[in-house]
């Protein structure tokens, strides 16, 4: 059973940056792929970006493209979303999630079987 547990989010200006990070438990970390979703209040959960389990192949939502890097670090089972140039849009409750998939992407949400409980973060001056 994969627990998750992000961490990073804030208050940040716009224009600002933030790290968010998915810290991993009770499972071989490099067999999932790593999804970063947001929720805002009244909308639906969006994908923004995965990364897959095996050779760093990225997936981003236009809407972060060029502003977001998603990475990992496996040894460290700890996931990764560098958030750069952020917009008030971009305001919404963060979350981390995994699925058990050696190869490839998955961007549709109900591919993760695991969850972390969410991270808040507002872009907001």
């Known amino acids: 059973q994969l627990k998750l547990v992000e961490s990073g989010g804030g208050l940040v200006q716009p224009g600002g940056s933030l790290r968010l990070s998915c810290a991993a438990s009770?499972?071989?970390?490099?067999?999932?792929?790593i999804g970063w979703f947001r929720q805002a209040p009244g909308k639906e959960r969006d994908i923004i970006s995965c990364?897959?389990?095996?050779?760093?192949?990225?997936y981003y939502a236009d809407s972060v493209q060029g502003r977001f890097t998603i990475s990992r670090d496996n040894a460290k089972n700890t996931a990764y979303l560098q958030m750069d140039n952020l917009k008030p849009e971009d305001s919404a409750v963060y979350y981390c999630?995994?699925?058990?998939?050696?190869?490839?992407?998955?961007?549709?949400?109900?591919?993760?079987?695991?969850w972390g409980q969410g991270t808040q973060v507002t872009v907001s001056s």
């Open positions: 009770g499972a071989p970390f490099d067999y999932y792929v």
């Open positions: 990364i897959s389990a095996s050779d760093g192949t990225t």
């Open positions: 999630a995994a699925d058990r998939k050696p190869w490839g992407l998955a961007v549709r949400d109900y591919e993760y079987d695991y």
